[in-house]
């Protein structure tokens, strides 16, 4: 049977003990991430929790509704055993009432999803690469554009710092490609910090920097790495300095240093088709996650929804 738990019913010492056993669990599930991400979280719980899903609801305009925090590209159902197509569908049906609205995103693989007629379910790109080969076979696999970066950034000097400061690489972020994400303030920024000091003391973040031949920092990185998965989470560069490519060098440096091993690099964030080819430069596939949207809002609802969205009340 399939319960909905508030977060004062969730008993995370077994929520984490069925998310360790998943075979396709991601680090975006374990509690302490959620507990950072989006504090209040809920969940709908099979049995003694033999499979789960986490849900991240709030309340707006008087309607309850799902949706996908800040840095988690995906959610889904988790469970002791693998998940099957039909279990997904038993969970999203078990999505409580109170609900009028939802986008969440669901991995798995879904391929014959049934969409009932309040739901839609849209695929989403990702980009992965399996890092089992060594690396001299992964680097014979980048295409020319990015082995002709990455030397450039070799010719330059640059170097790695390992344990880099994080709120450095925020910064960096911040200052050049953040100035266009108006909707990104201290409160976002302060649970990135958040999140990556929750990490490292969980031993699931890696934290990296690339330095000049001044020992200026222009380029970080945050990866999140749980269940044989490096997920690049985040990334800050100077864009004064991107002829030098530091976020290449450091994806380069990742991918020698966990080259050979049952790890996957999940590059995260490829629908956008420019990230896609930059990723894909490395050699990474196109793997591909659901968009899954129930909608029962009436249409006086759906209208404020639609103004919210396009001026992000």
């Keep these: 049977m ?5 977060h004062n019913q969730i008993d995370t010492q077994r929520w984490d003990e069925c998310i360790a056993q998943s075979p396709n669990s991601l ?29 991240a609801g709030n309340k707006k305009f008087g309607v309850n509704y799902l949706f996908q925090p800040f840095f988690t590209q995906k959610f889904g159902v988790f469970g002791k055993k693998p998940v099957t197509e039909e279990k997904i569908e038993e969970f999203l049906k078990e999505i409580p009432g ?8 669901i991995g798995g693989i879904l391929n014959g999803f049934k969409a009932a007629a309040t739901k839609d379910v849209k695929a989403h790109r990702n980009i992965e690469l399996d890092l089992a080969p060594d690396y001299s076979v992964l680097a014979a696999n980048y295409n020319s554009n990015t082995k002709r970066n990455l030397a ?9 710092v390992e ?26 920024y302060n649970r990135l910090l958040s999140l990556v000091k929750a990490a490292k003391s969980h031993v699931a973040c890696l934290v990296l920097g690339a330095q000049d031949s001044d020992n200026q920092l222009i380029a970080g990185a945050f990866f999140m790495i749980s269940h044989n998965k490096i997920v690049f989470l985040f990334s800050g560069a100077d864009e004064s300095n991107k002829e030098n490519h530091g976020l290449t060098f450091l994806l380069d440096h990742v991918i020698e240093r966990y080259s050979g091993t049952t790890n996957i690099l999940d590059f995260e964030g490829s629908d956008n088709d420019g990230l896609a080819r930059f990723y ?4 990474g596939e196109e793997k591909y996650y659901w968009g899954f949207r129930l909608n029962k809002l009436n249409k006086i609802y759906n209208f404020a929804l639609q103004v919210f969205k396009r001026n992000k009340i």
């Design 280 to 283: 894909k430069g490395f050699g």
């Design 27 to 55: 680090v975006y599930v374990w509690s302490w991430y959620l507990d950072v991400v989006h504090p209040g979280w809920e969940a709908l719980v099979e049995d003694d929790y033999e499979s789960v899903m986490p849900l």
């Design 152 to 160: 450039k950034a070799k010719k330059e000097g640059l170097t790695v």
């Design 2 to 6: 399939i319960r909905y738990l508030t």
């Design 163 to 188: 344990d880099a400061e994080p709120s450095a690489i925020v910064e960096l972020f911040r200052k050049n490609r953040g100035k266009n994400i108006k909707h990104w303030g201290d409160k976002e």
């Design 98 to 105: 109170k609900f009028k609205f939802a986008e969440i995103n």
